[in-house]
């Protein structure tokens, strides 16, 4: 298919990924490849945070393969999260989703306005127009987020979906009864 007019296409930027692409080489001369399949093994998916210092996997005593993990900015149960929750409770092996905020999120520290300001300030761009979705309330974002996984008409019946707060500090959960 031909490219539209303003698409074009542009050479790999090497000097800015060239970090990424001598550790990958690094990896792969090492690596034991493991023949995993796109089926999550332990049946979870995970929403969490986008946040650098979540190790989700560590976290939850788990392995590449035993899990689905959806990041986003908050840990928030978006319409893209419930479309990849749709996607893999009925083809991967999702039996089960923990949705799993941070203590110490930017996006639990302030308003809405607040995101755009900051934004604005630094970089002059104006991005009132993107729903941030940072929240006051972690608790009641949870109680909101597990309401749209759990009314979702398109889940299946029986998917558990539960919450709970990491604490960064200590690395440990605090489940939320809702």
Request: proline residues 5%; charged residues 25%.
């Given at each position: 298919?031909?490219?539209?007019?303003?698409?074009?296409?542009?050479?790999?930027?090497?000097?800015?990924?060239?970090?990424?692409?001598?550790?990958?080489?690094?990896?792969?001369?090492?690596?034991?490849?493991?023949?995993?399949?796109?089926?999550?093994?332990?049946?979870?998916?995970?929403?969490?945070?986008?946040?650098?210092?979540?190790?989700?996997?560590?976290?939850?005593?788990?392995?590449?393969?035993?899990?689905?993990?959806?990041?986003?900015?908050?840990?928030?149960?978006?319409?893209?999260?419930?479309?990849?929750?749709?996607?893999?409770?009925?083809?991967?092996?999702?039996?089960?989703?923990?949705v799993m905020p941070h203590t110490d999120c930017r996006m639990a520290?302030?308003?809405?306005?607040?995101?755009?300001?900051?934004?604005?300030?630094?970089?002059?761009?104006?991005?009132?127009?993107?729903?941030?979705?940072?929240?006051?309330?972690?608790?009641?974002?949870?109680?909101?987020?597990?309401?749209?996984?759990?009314?979702?008409?398109?889940l299946p019946e029986g998917l558990?979906?539960?919450?709970?707060?990491?604490?960064?500090?200590?690395?440990?959960?605090?489940?939320?009864?809702?």
């Amino acid at each position: 298919m031909p490219l539209s007019r303003t698409a074009q296409l542009s050479p790999f930027p090497r000097e800015a990924f060239a970090d990424l692409l001598a550790a990958n080489e690094e990896y792969a001369a090492h690596a034991q490849i493991e023949e995993l399949t796109g089926w999550a093994q332990r049946g979870l998916a995970v929403v969490t945070c986008m946040d650098s210092r979540i190790d989700p996997l560590a976290v939850l005593g788990m392995r590449p393969g035993d899990v689905k993990i959806l990041r986003n900015a908050g840990a928030r149960v978006t319409d893209d999260v419930l479309r990849t929750l749709v996607l893999a409770s009925y083809l991967l092996g999702v039996t089960r989703v923990l949705v799993m905020p941070h203590t110490d999120c930017r996006m639990a520290s302030g308003e809405e306005a607040d995101v755009h300001r900051a934004i604005w300030e630094k970089s002059g761009v104006d991005t009132r127009s993107v729903e941030i979705r940072t929240v006051t309330d972690q608790r009641a974002a949870v109680i909101t987020d597990l309401t749209r996984v759990r009314s979702f008409p398109l889940l299946p019946e029986g998917l558990v979906a539960a919450g709970a707060l990491l604490d960064l500090r200590t690395g440990r959960l605090e489940p939320y009864d809702v």
